[in-house]
């Protein structure tokens, strides 16, 4: 079955500390992964794709074919970071499969 | 530029009946994909359309359906509403097909209430 699992439906992050959101995947093949983020009172947003192999506000994420994992760091925390991160893949069908989502709260 | 904009943005509706929602993407996209997001299930893909044709459908039934117009504003509809239907649909619009080769801008959503 193709599925996105991010294991944590919380996470709380002082600010200047690390993040890792984690992101694990179940899928034959080479899949196509991406990071949504969704800002307080904003709208759903891409912020990377693997494909891109980019740094976006200082958010890197790396695919692990072996791991069957797509962990979205980042080294330092801001306040502004706090909002809901979604991990999606691409199947072969072009059709989008999301995570339930993780809350990232940035502790002052 | 005028971000996807979606209407209504609330409505509650009773158990039996049908709805319409309305999204109008950014100027010159063409593509509009069609989103439901609960609780429970999260985000899950409806349908994408392009050039008024049905590109791609998520697995939902029958009662879901949708159209695109030649402005590329698209619709979608439920029948006989459930209580399970209750949810946010978010629309989202890229310049082309392909949920990956573009990026996707999505609507603010409309909230769906059936009672």
């Known amino acids: 079955a193709q599925r996105v699992t991010q294991p944590e439906k919380l996470l709380s992050v002082f600010k200047g500390a690390p993040v890792e959101l984690k992101c694990n995947y179940s899928?034959?093949?080479?899949?196509?992964l991406f990071w949504y983020v969704q800002y307080s009172r904003q709208r759903l947003q891409l912020l990377l794709r693997h494909i891109s192999r980019e740094s976006i506000k200082g958010f890197t994420a790396d695919l692990n074919k072996g791991e069957t994992s797509f962990h979205l760091k980042k080294p330092f925390a801001q306040e502004e970071d706090s909002a809901m991160y979604y991990c999606?893949?691409?199947?072969?069908?072009?059709?989008?499969?999301f995570g339930k989502g993780t809350r990232l709260h940035i502790l002052p | 530029k005028a971000g996807v904009t979606q209407t209504p943005r609330y409505l509650i509706k009773t158990r039996g009946q049908q709805v319409t929602l309305s999204c109008s993407p950014i100027s010159g996209h063409r593509s509009v994909s069609w989103y439901q997001q609960t609780p429970g299930q999260g985000l899950q893909f409806l349908f994408e359309?392009?050039?008024?044709?049905?590109?791609n459908k998520g697995n939902f039934p029958g009662r879901f359906s949708g159209r695109q117009f030649s402005n590329s504003r698209s619709e979608m509809n439920v029948s006989t509403l459930e209580l399970g239907d209750s949810a946010l649909y978010l629309c989202?619009?890229?310049?082309?097909?392909?949920?990956?080769?573009?990026?996707?801008?999505f609507g603010p959503g409309t909230r769906l209430t059936v009672t």
């Open positions: 999606a893949l691409l199947n072969r069908d072009d059709k989008i499969i």
């Open positions: 989202a619009s890229s310049l082309s097909p392909g949920q990956g080769s573009y990026e996707q801008y």
């Open positions: 359309y392009f050039s008024e044709t049905q590109r």
């Open positions: 899928y034959s093949g080479s899949p196509e």
